[in-house]
């Protein structure tokens, strides 16, 4: 099946301020966000993801580049005229007007036939099932309420994207988890293309189709959430989403050594005599005997226990940190202590050499 | 910057001005631009009949402190005008200084109040505020004069055998403008005192300062920017008032803003006039320049 | 906080002159306010409570004259004001620093910043060669004078109004297909309206409060009630004139209570 791209960027570039001073919030940025798909631009606050929503509303010129919307250029078409709604992190909703009359707002200015406006209100109330608030003030609303009414309002004038800025950034732990699988089902039934930014990484794992990694204005990787979190392509990636260990490697022949120690089994990829950084999950690091085939002998530095599992930090005999996540059991745990002597070894696969 | 960037600054400029072209027009119109006029006319010769004829004359603004002799042209020193000047500038500080001592005290009231009624007292310190100078002119007029409510009530008391006459004399300006502009030094003091973080209070006093200690140590210095301003706000139109002196000081006791409005009535030396409306535009902008330098300061502390 | 004990925010003495200066300020406007009820002729001897001066002031002609003109001309100046300043203050906040901000600022400020009597006296200057060079007399110098010192008076509270308001709800309008006219129209204007009332009052009140300017700026027969009052001042006092300005301080305090309520609500 061949994807159909809804939004793209072409070579973006969004730079502030002039000469010396300018800050790239972009810096040469390219993507294809596929039709139907939700997207999640994942990064730190400062890493150019808003500012590519921004661009893609048509809130903000880029200062290089294009953008695309189904194949036609809008880089420069003001945001009144893009098909293309936003979900904003403050919900701006308008407060001199009810819940019904924010959500037909989009369709009065587009001049749709009155009729045509209360059907689809009627339709977004239902959807988000706000129908008894209809006629509220939207500060009479719960934090949650708004947000429905926001996403409401965004997706009352059906746009071919709709795009989400850090809209659960507000809400309560509780309530974000509802949030997303309400996100979740609107996307399914609506089949409107979402781009979602956001800066907290489970979500994005939880929701995305494609999750596209950001940090300092460019694009680090894209891939699914599985790709994202089991392949991670370089140190910012792999820190940035789960907890990971970095070890210093070298090819040795037919096996990878771990700074000057032990052999083990070669990923792909690593050359001869280069120097390269892997990662491996804590989830991957699996306490074993000693007498094992390939077994690393480690000394216990610390446990620190989160309940459903336990944190080993471990130390190698020359100083490198490794931490091995245990599931808790009934009695597991309780044969360990500090400085004890333990041997590790990594699940097969497991093993992932970085870029850098 | 991107054309578009370019295209969209120089927009904002031009909606900026057009936007705020009207009000820059009435403005221009009927308060700034004439403020050029007045100058002009300070350097003109003084018509019969007021007014002016268009010929340059130093002699409004030589008039402003010295008198020409009749009969042989030398120059004296005004006294009169001397006094006037002399009134106007004593009067503006000891207003001031009042002002600052009555004021900072029912301020700091106000801002430790609790919320709801910090509202209401609040209130209770603007009406005033917005009250006609006038009215409030009349009000304390109704007080001090040898017929007033203070003269009815110490007679009756027996605490005076004859009415306290201060009405027509400096006192009585200098009571009539401390009543009229405490306000305006209140209000801004209070602005600053609300936003005086508590909790250096606490702070202070855990540190031994005792509380004459913690006044002058830790709260004067932080809402000097209060005073500062309540102290601009009252000294400017103090000095130059109009009303106040004209009804408590009774015509003989002018301070710069009648004397100036005298040259443009009987005295019909309107060059003269010019000369010192000049001036005393100039000391207040002297004295709102000491203003913004003091608030800039302020904030590279801060 | 302790109420018992040591209160930090406490300091001596601060709270007995609050209450003696609540007093001095309320003081006179009482005695004012109550003499304007007194039966008798003088303003000194109590005798009984009388609305005489209240219909004597509205009997007479000079005071009803006075009155009228100085509301047509606070409501004229308040409404070009208001205009004025919403536009001003809607070009010169919520966007970029541009050219000749500062100079818009001073500008409008101006008013506040230069004494009352040296733009009388600028004014009577400027007005007299345009009254002689055109021969016209009308209130027209007064409305315009009073628009001018209006304005920054206006301006502060829309301007205030419109800094504190959310960008975004324009944002958002643009994104739902409003052009700009019409995020004015249904989103800007609505949510400023508290704003540009509140001005419009202030403006009002400011405008009503004027001596200054007027005395220098009118023609002959353009009393306003204030100058009349000052006019009325030289002579003799009358309760007349405490009647009058009883009523002119119930009409402040209640636009005053007004001003605080609609801004108060949209906190």
């Known amino acids: 099946m061949t994807e159909v791209t809804a939004v793209e960027a072409r070579n973006a570039v969004k730079a502030f301020g002039q000469g010396e001073a300018s800050v790239r919030a972009l810096d040469d940025v390219s993507i294809k966000i596929n039709k139907g798909e939700f997207f999640t631009l994942l990064g730190p606050s400062g890493c150019g993801k808003t500012t590519l929503l921004r661009l893609i509303a048509g809130f903000e010129m880029p200062t290089s580049g294009t953008i695309l919307l189904e194949g036609a250029d809008i880089t420069y078409l003001p945001p009144n005229k893009r098909p293309v709604n936003t979900v904003f992190q403050s919900y701006a909703l308008f407060p001199h007007l009810t819940v019904a009359q924010n959500i037909g707002f989009g369709l009065e200015m587009q001049g749709r036939p009155r009729a045509e406006v209360k059907a689809t209100v009627d339709r977004m109330l239902a959807l988000v099932k706000l129908e008894p608030m209809a006629n509220r003030k939207t500060s009479q609303l719960s934090g949650g309420q708004q947000q429905r009414v926001a996403l409401a309002r965004a997706l009352a004038p059906a746009p071919k994207v709709l795009l989400l800025d850090e809209p659960l950034s507000a809400l309560d732990l509780k309530l974000r988890k509802e949030m997303q699988i309400e996100l979740k089902r609107l996307q399914m039934e609506t089949g409107i293309t979402f781009v979602f930014v956001t800066h907290d990484q489970e979500e994005a794992l939880t929701m995305s189709d494609r999750i596209g990694v950001m940090s300092a204005g460019k694009l680090q990787q894209i891939g699914t959430p599985r790709e994202i979190y089991t392949k991670p392509v370089n140190r910012f990636v792999a820190s940035f989403i789960g907890e990971t260990n970095f070890l210093p490697a070298r090819r040795d022949g037919d096996a990878l050594r771990l700074g000057e120690g032990h052999l083990i089994e070669l990923p792909a990829g690593v050359p001869e005599g280069r120097a390269v950084t892997v990662t491996v999950r804590p989830e991957q690091v699996r306490l074993v005997d000693a007498s094992e085939a390939g077994a690393i002998p480690a000394t216990v530095q610390s446990l620190v226990y989160f309940g459903t599992d336990t944190h080993c930090h471990m130390a190698l005999a020359d100083g490198t940190e490794v931490v091995a996540r245990l599931q808790s059991s009934a009695t597991g745990e309780a044969a360990l202590a500090q400085g004890q002597k333990v041997a590790f070894r990594f699940a097969a696969g497991a093993v992932q050499v970085l870029e850098d | 910057m991107s054309a578009a960037e370019d295209a969209q600054a120089a927009t904002a400029t031009r909606n900026g001005w057009l936007l705020s072209a009207p009000a820059l027009a009435i403005l221009t119109f009927a308060a700034a631009g004439p403020l050029l006029i007045v100058l002009v006319y300070s350097f003109l010769t003084p018509g019969r009949y007021g007014n002016v004829e268009w010929a340059l004359n130093f002699d409004g603004w030589i008039g402003i402190l010295y008198t020409k002799d009749i009969f042989d042209e030398t120059l004296k020193l005004a006294d009169a005008n001397m006094s006037i000047f002399w009134r106007s500038i004593k009067l503006s500080f000891l207003t001031t200084i009042i002002t600052f001592a009555v004021g900072f005290p029912t301020a700091w009231f106000i801002a430790t109040r609790p919320p709801k009624a910090r509202a209401l007292w609040l209130f209770l310190i603007t009406i005033p505020f917005w009250t006609n100078l006038l009215i409030r002119t009349f009000a304390i007029n109704e007080v001090i004069r040898n017929e007033g409510l203070m003269n009815t009530v110490l007679l009756w008391s027996g605490i005076i055998s004859e009415p306290i006459r201060i009405i027509y004399t400096d006192t009585a300006v200098f009571i009539g403008m401390a009543y009229v502009y405490l306000p305006l030094m209140v209000l801004p003091l209070f602005a600053s005192i609300d936003r005086f973080d508590m909790k250096l209070l606490e702070a202070g006093y855990d540190l031994y300062a005792s509380r004459m200690q913690v006044l002058r140590r830790v709260i004067l210095p932080i809402v000097k920017p209060g005073i500062v301003a309540g102290s601009i706000l009252v000294f400017v139109p103090s000095l130059g008032a109009y009303v106040t002196p004209r009804v408590l000081g009774g015509g003989k006791n002018m301070m710069i803003g009648n004397f100036i409005e005298l040259q443009f009535g009987q005295g019909r030396n309107w060059p003269l006039g010019a000369a010192l409306s000049m001036t005393l535009l100039f000391v207040v902008m002297v004295a709102l320049l000491f203003y913004v330098r003091a608030a800039n300061g302020e904030k590279k502390n801060g | ?267």
Not at chain 3, 38 to 47: L, P, R
Not at chain 3, 145 to 156: E, M, T
Not at chain 3, 196 to 219: C, H, P, R, Y
């Open chain 3, 1 to 267: 906080m302790a109420e018992r004990g040591f209160s930090v925010a406490r300091l001596p003495g601060f709270s007995t002159i609050a209450i003696v200066v609540f007093v001095a300020l309320y003081l006179p406007i009482i005695t004012l306010v109550v003499y304007s009820f007194n039966a008798g002729q003088s303003v000194a001897v109590w005798e009984g409570f009388s609305l005489k001066w209240y219909v004597d002031a509205w009997a007479n002609d000079a005071v009803k004259s006075a009155t009228l003109r100085s509301l047509g001309i606070a409501l004229c100046a308040s409404i070009i004001a208001t205009a004025a300043a919403t536009m001003a203050a809607l070009g010169t906040t919520r966007r970029k620093a541009f050219k000749g901000q500062t100079f818009i600022y001073v500008m409008i400020n101006q008013p506040l910043m230069v004494p009352e009597i040296v733009t009388a006296v600028a004014l009577l200057i400027f007005f007299a060669s345009i009254k002689v060079a055109t021969g016209y007399q009308g209130l027209g110098y007064l409305i315009i004078a009073h628009s001018a010192f209006c304005i920054p008076f206006a301006y502060l509270p829309i301007r205030a109004r419109l800094e504190g308001m959310d960008l975004s709800l324009e944002t958002a309008a643009a994104d739902l297909y409003a052009s700009s006219w019409q995020t004015f129209r249904r989103v800007t204007l609505p949510l400023l309206a508290p704003g540009i009332m509140a001005g419009a009052m202030l403006a009002f009140v400011i405008s009503l409060d004027d001596v200054v300017i007027t005395e220098f700026v009118k023609s002959g027969g353009q009393d306003t009630l204030p100058t009349y009052m000052l006019g009325q001042m030289r002579r003799a006092l009358t309760p007349e004139v405490n009647a009058i300005s009883s009523v002119l301080l119930a009409l402040t305090v209640l636009l005053l209570t007004a001003f605080f309520l609609l801004t108060r609500k949209n906190d």
